[in-house]
């Protein structure tokens, strides 16, 4: 009898295998629901991050058109839409500010997590593309202004560059400079490691020779009648480049 009855002494081997999956014996496993809505917000995010782009280019495109008063696309630079002079200095401080933030908030919350390695090693690439022209750049344009427009006929020599906010606008464009140049060939050297990066290892390699060039053109050119054109192939091309990579983290998340 007391061998019939053995094998009740132990629990049925169903629930044995049901408690191993959740994790910790006796105790449920954690919800999925928080886990999802981290994805969505990504998710979010870098769509978010694409449209922001275009905000960008449509707004520089709008505001050069609209600026008037001897302001001149072809000629004149970006960061003079937003001078304290501008005369719609609003629209130039949107587009940029928002571009701005948001690039530096997908480089940071959802590129820099995609391009880290199994063993936690993070990409300095993606810091970069907060760094860079597309991110930190456009941001600091809509907050540390220009103290005027190239075309005001007070705005002479350095005039534009007298305030400190000024300085810290030439400042933030040097350092985001350097760091457009540098991060492509940083997030291609990561991408090659990554399984679902690998094959953008070599177009952002590309990518970011042609930046080189369009950045050196904006140098020739400036002070000529197409300065303005220059810089906005350069910066625009910039802009563009990030959507290529927000589009990959779509699909990897998708």
């Known amino acids: 009898m007391a061998a019939r009855d053995a094998p009740r002494l132990h629990p049925p081997r169903h629930r044995r295998v049901c408690r191993v999956?959740?994790?910790?014996?006796g105790r449920p496993g954690?919800?999925?629901g928080p886990a999802r809505r981290h994805m969505r917000a990504r998710r979010a995010l870098t769509i978010a991050t694409i449209v922001a782009?275009?905000?960008?280019?449509?707004?520089?495109?709008?505001?050069?058109?609209?600026?008037?008063?001897?302001?001149?696309?072809?000629?004149?630079?970006?960061?003079?839409?937003?001078?304290?002079?501008?005369?719609?200095?609003?629209?130039?401080?949107?587009?940029?500010?928002?571009?701005?933030?948001?690039?530096?908030?997908?480089?940071?919350?959802?590129?820099?997590?995609?391009?880290?390695t199994a063993d936690g090693r993070e990409s300095a690439g993606a810091w970069l593309v907060a760094l860079s022209l597309a991110g930190w750049d456009n941001l600091s344009d809509a907050f540390f202004r220009l103290d005027c427009r190239d075309a005001d006929a007070a705005c002479v020599s350095t005039a534009s560059f007298d305030s400190w906010h000024a300085k810290v606008h030439l400042a933030s464009y040097v350092v985001a400079g350097v760091a457009t140049v540098?991060?492509?060939?940083?997030?291609?050297?990561?991408?090659?490691?990554l399984d679902g990066w690998r094959d953008l290892a070599g177009p952002t390699r590309i990518a970011g020779f042609v930046i080189v060039a369009a950045l050196a053109v904006t140098v020739f050119t400036g002070g000529t009648a197409v300065q303005g054109l220059a810089q906005r192939f350069a910066l625009f091309l910039v802009s563009l480049c990030v959507v290529p990579l927000a589009v990959r983290v779509l699909r990897l998340t998708g």
């Open 21 to 25: 999956h959740l994790g910790v014996p």
């Open 30 to 32: 954690p919800s999925p």
């Open 182 to 193: 540098i991060a492509p060939f940083l997030l291609s050297r990561r991408m090659r490691t």
């Open 53 to 116: 782009q275009g905000v960008f280019i449509v707004g520089t495109l709008v505001g050069g058109a609209i600026e008037g008063h001897g302001y001149n696309a072809a000629r004149h630079d970006i960061s003079d839409l937003a001078a304290l002079t501008a005369h719609h200095a609003t629209l130039a401080r949107l587009s940029l500010g928002i571009a701005g933030v948001l690039t530096i908030a997908f480089a940071l919350l959802v590129l820099r997590p995609a391009l880290r």
